[in-house]
């Protein structure tokens, strides 16, 4: 097993060992909401035909695992005819409490002091990323530089079951706070959302409620037509204005109603944020 | 036990017998005597018998021939054929004993044969005949073409007695429709379909009343019956202009409500009452559940696929098992294979109850537009069933038929999830990029590249030295001897080599710092030579 220490703050970097691995399912089940209660750690790794512990990095305070870094041998493809051995990186977790202490960074230099570099086993190493992580960490850290991909998601909405959940939480906020009843007080809005990949939703604003409606749509006040990624992009709250008029300008945002009512559904945009800042699929 | 031996003149009427029980088409064995016994190319030392207690249990035959591989060669053959074991004897492994029986190196290099083939039902081909005699499937460009000459054996069928106490038994609700469908196609004559209050009457005669017209051709109409959603699947083939509908609004709406009954009872006309295999034939292709063994040719399906592009990990059967069929989120019936009518898959895709499609595969060389919205036809269906939300599907950018379908289907693109790249060892990588492209550069002169790279991390070398010439890339050893010396850093080596920036665009960036400075044409097409092309595409299973 390989080791390294942190003098400075005592953290310890090692290799996954057998007790370990409860742990670290645990620590990932925390930070990825979608690991379906350890079922997904169990397939994507202890199931896995390629699953290598010694390529699992832990760093450990106390006796505790406060942060994991994975790595999976694949085989990839690199071009036409070519394969290469390479290291998939994934799911690099670190405790709430201990982030900001350098430790991400640790686990990919100490992942790299491994087995892989020093026995040739691999030759590249790719993963999957938000691109403003990448920027400031794993491209300065580990030289990691964008895949040229030509891969395009396609998404499609079936129901806004989702976003009724959201509501009816956020329905029961408004009433425990003052400051939100008041200023829904004097509110009475419609407002039709038509997205091509969705089905059609008329949110009705008024009497200190929200109302989600997806069947009887008629006599909207506002109606909104655009797409699921303007959607994304205007519940941001940073540099809603700009966004708001690209997306305008650009077409891809078109809205539809009287001046007094658009002018309501502009001072109320907060409320909108709120219902959309969940996930909606 | 069985014993097994060649045949003899004496087990004619025998063999007969056998093959006519088999395949009931054989024409009271009329059939076998032609195909066989009067065949000029018959031997009987290649005709294997098996038999138990005297009585004939099974028999295999080969014709040997001549068969054309390609333009101007001709090779010395043997086409097996007709392999029959009596119902009691099945699954005794007798069929394989007689497969095996002259199966031997000294009577192929006799007789010097070089190939031998087989027309074969695929599941049995994939049981049987490709790991007992490693046949595998012939690449074919054969079309078959069909027409319907007449409906009096579906007319016939449908006017028994029987068949209509049937249909009113399975279908009360056929008691309150009055409805009279015409079909109109190109591959058959017209056909009049009437439902009158509980009874069905079917003719060839032109509809002139107040009934529904449906205008297509025979393979719409036949996947209609097929399919799992016949409301959308109407609705994409009026869209996709494969069917026109006419007649009144009440009509229309009685048809359109009534649309899965119709499709059931449509059903049961078509399967019992048409000449055999009429369904099989007219109906290109049908979707099915994964079944084991599937994994075979699903793997070799995806690498076929996506041959050209880079990005993902090449499947193997094991590999996809693990990737799809184990992923905790995916139900068994939730992996939907489409077949064409001799089993052969065509498509597949992996859906999970998230409503990610893990993998939507199809052969690029058949019907891909038909293959895709067969598969997305029935992935809606089964996510809206189980309540999901939404749905995420990964394609290449140029997929210009999934990416038609999917508009059709109402998808919308949105931003993928970004994949980053980093080099472990360029010791191994240039050489392998090299090896990609052999044959495509050429050159006069071999160089030797000195690479001198800043703001390494402790894992790379910060000196590469190459020999790249008319033998590739190789790794050279003398840095004295290099001719072109090249300072670079780590990030811009890599985005040079992955495509992500060009070798102009590193040079006026002053990104490179070339040795002599005359050599930076040659450098420039060093770099362009090295520089990978392939595009990448990752499938949603390979990021998840």
């Known amino acids: 097993m390989m080791t390294g220490m942190d003098e400075s703050k005592d953290f310890l970097y090692r290799t996954l060992g057998d007790k370990d691995q409860e742990d670290v399912k645990r620590l990932v089940e925390s930070t990825f909401e979608d690991f379906l209660n350890g079922k997904y750690w169990d397939w994507k790794y202890k199931l896995n035909p390629n699953f290598d512990q010694s390529l699992v ?187 708001l008029l690209k997306a305008l300008l650009t077409g891809k945002l078109k809205i539809r109603g009287s001046l007094m009512d658009l002018f309501r559904f502009y001072q109320n945009l907060w409320l909108i944020e709120e219902i959309f800042s969940k996930k909606i699929s | 036990m069985y014993k097994y031996r060649l045949f003899s003149s004496n087990d004619s009427d025998a063999v007969r017998r056998l093959i006519k029980a088999t395949f009931p088409n054989f024409l009271e064995g009329e059939y076998w005597d032609w195909k066989h016994l009067h065949n000029p190319r018959f031997d009987p030392s290649i005709v294997a018998i098996a038999e138990e207690n005297g009585k004939i249990v099974g028999c295999s035959h080969w014709l040997q021939g001549s068969f054309k591989i390609a333009k101007g060669a001709a090779v010395k053959s043997l086409l097996t054929c007709d392999l029959a074991v009596r119902p009691g004897h099945r699954n005794r492994g007798v069929a394989r004993r007689l497969l095996l029986l002259r199966r031997t190196r000294e009577m192929f290099k006799q007789r010097g044969i070089v190939v031998n083939y087989d027309f074969a039902d695929p599941r049995l081909a994939k049981k049987l005949y490709s790991p007992l005699l490693g046949y595998t499937k012939v690449r074919l460009s054969t079309k078959k073409y069909f027409k319907i000459i007449s409906w009096k054996s579906l007319i016939n069928s449908v006017s028994r007695k029987e068949f209509q106490q049937n249909l009113k038994r399975k279908f009360p609700k056929l008691e309150k429709l009055d409805l009279t469908i015409f079909f109109k196609t190109r591959s058959a004559p017209p056909l009049t379909i009437s439902l009158s209050y509980g009874t069905v009457k079917a003719s060839e005669e032109v509809c002139g009343g107040d009934c529904i017209t449906v205008e297509g051709d025979l393979r719409t109409f036949l996947s209609l019956v097929q399919t799992q959603n016949v409301r959308r699947r109407l609705l994409v083939a009026i869209l996709e202009r494969k069917i026109k509908i006419k007649g009144s609004f009440s009509k229309l709406f009685e048809t359109y409500r009534n649309a899965s009954l119709l499709q059931a009872l449509f059903k049961i006309i078509v399967t019992r009452a048409t000449p055999v295999g009429l369904l099989e034939e007219a109906g290109q292709f049908s979707i099915r559940g994964y079944e084991d063994g599937d994994e075979i040719e699903i793997a070799q399906l995806f690498n076929k696929a996506y041959m050209n592009y880079g990005g993902f990990a090449p499947r193997t059967p094991e590999y996809w098992r693990w990737c799809c069929l184990e992923r905790p989120d995916v139900e068994r019936k939730a992996v939907l294979v489409v077949v064409d009518r001799h089993e052969s898959i065509a498509g597949y895709a992996v859906v999970g109850k998230s409503g990610s499609i893990w993998e939507l595969c199809y052969d690029h060389e058949r019907e891909g537009e038909e293959i895709v919205s067969l598969l997305l036809d029935n992935l809606v269906d089964y996510l809206e069933k189980i309540g999901a939300t939404s749905i995420v599907l990964n394609a290449p950018g140029e997929d210009s038929i999934v990416n038609r379908a999917c508009e059709k289907f109402g998808f919308e693109a949105y931003p993928t999830p970004k994949m980053f790249v980093s080099v472990l060892d360029f010791g191994r990588f240039i050489p392998l990029l090299a090896e990609s492209k052999k044959g495509k550069w050429a050159t006069d002169s071999d160089e030797t590249l000195l690479v001198k790279l800043k703001n390494t991390p402790f894992w790379i070398n910060d000196t590469i030295l190459m020999k790249v010439g008319r033998n590739g890339v190789q790794a050279a050893s003398d840095s004295q001897h290099a001719t072109i010396k090249v300072e670079t850093d780590f990030i811009t080596l890599t985005s040079l080599l992955f495509g992500i920036m060009s070798p102009v665009q590193a040079l006026t960036h002053l990104k490179l710092e070339v040795e002599p400075f005359w050599k930076i044409p040659k450098l420039l097409s060093i770099l362009s030579y090295l520089q990978m092309e392939a595009k990448w595409f990752f499938p949603l299973s390979d990021f998840g």
């Open chain 1, 57 to 243: 990095g832990v760093a450990e305070k106390d006796g505790r695992i406060i942060g994991c870094n994975h790595w999976l041998p694949r085989t990839l493809k690199i071009s036409g005819s070519i394969e290469a051995k390479a290291i998939l990186g994934a799911d690099i977790a670190v405790r709430p409490e201990y982030r900001g202490h350098g430790i991400g960074k640790e686990l990919l230099l100490f992942m790299r002091s491994s087995q892989v570099i020093t026995k040739k086993l691999a030759v590249i190493s790719y993963m999957f990323s938000d691109p403003n992580l990448s920027k400031s960490l794993y491209e300065p850290v580990a030289g990691y530089v964008s895949a040229p991909s030509t891969t395009v998601s396609y998404v499609k909405l079936l129901n806004w079951n989702e976003l009724k959940k959201r509501v009816n939480v956020l329905n029961q906020e408004i009433q425990a706070n003052k400051e939100k009843l008041e200023k829904m007080a004097k509110l009475d809005l419609t407002l039709l959302l038509e997205l091509p990949s969705a089905p059609r939703l008329l949110l009705r604003l008024n009497n200190n409620r929200i109302e989600v409606d997806e069947t009887h749509l008629k006599n909207p006040k506002v109606t909104l037509r655009s797409d699921l990624y303007t959607l994304t992009i205007l519940k941001k709250r940073k540099g809603r204005i700009r966004n």
